[in-house]
């Protein structure tokens, strides 16, 4: 791996940790320690994270099961392995389950695509929208994101409402930090799934993106997304995995 690899392996971290910090921030809830940094949003399954900022080691991983312990949400744990010394499994040797995993994905910003004309994408900038699209938004995910996080960023992080032929088939986020634009939240409800959407909302994200001057494009894909990512150009950075404390995970999260 060269510098410039590394640089941008750094620059999709950074954009990710920081939407979930100007998330919070409006709540008084982003709090920095030396070893991790952590927010949680009450009434809301996101952000709600804890991620490490030092070396994994165990006096950290006990500081961090005791923050985790002492917060009313339950909070996820992200691990992106770079340097292959595989701390995470110190993590689960102390009761750290897995949840998901995600792969980290960039690309160059490319030529702008041909859009679809009975699509759109609509920035939610309005009350009404904001509970539009958190209604949204489990349906495609699984989980919740509070409208009243979307009323107290929106002018910060973008949010969007995908429309076809102006009816609400999908959500999407960019977090743009620098010439770096994060594509977060691109999700289809169930029933409009295998129509294409998923890809025009990308396209759209994407020249969105460049009007915006943004130089670089990063994601953190599911297994599920990674082949539409793939089609449109962006190449696999790093693998990442989701965890959170054993005795903290929801019942809907228990296998």
């Known amino acids: 791996m060269n510098a410039e690899q590394e640089n941008l392996i750094e620059a999709n971290i950074s954009n990710l940790t920081s939407v979930w910090e100007a998330a919070s921030l ?126 107290k960023t929106w002018d910060a992080i973008a949010f969007y409402l995908a429309l076809h032929k102006n009816q609400p088939v999908g959500t999407a986020i960019i977090y743009q930090t620098g010439a770096v634009a994060g594509i977060h939240g691109v999700g289809v409800i169930p029933e409009m799934r295998k129509k294409g959407f998923a890809e025009q909302i990308m396209k759209q994200l994407i020249n969105i993106s460049k009007e915006n001057q943004a130089k670089h494009l990063v994601l953190q894909a599911s297994a599920m997304g990674k082949g539409i990512y793939e089609r449109l150009g962006f190449k696999e950075q790093f693998q990442m995995r989701n965890y959170m404390l054993g005795d903290t995970i929801p019942n809907n999260l228990l296998t």
């Not at 701390?87 to 995600?102: A, M, R």
Request: charged share 25%.
């Open 26 to 151: 409006p709540f008084a809830t982003f709090q920095s320690e030396s070893a991790y940094d952590f927010c949680e949003i009450k009434n809301s399954d996101w952000p709600n994270r804890l991620w490490f900022k030092q070396p994994i080691n165990q006096p950290n991983i006990d500081k961090a099961k005791e923050q985790i312990r002492s917060v009313a949400s339950p909070l996820i744990v992200p691990h992106w392995e770079l340097d292959g010394s595989e701390q995470y499994k110190l993590l689960e040797q102390n009761s750290f389950k897995l949840i998901f995993e995600q792969i980290g994905m960039h690309m160059e910003t490319p030529s702008a695509f041909e859009e679809q004309e009975d699509f759109s994408l609509q920035r939610i900038s309005t009350r009404k929208e904001a509970n539009l699209w958190a209604e949204l938004y489990p349906q495609a995910f699984g989980y919740k994101i509070g409208a009243h996080i979307l009323e």
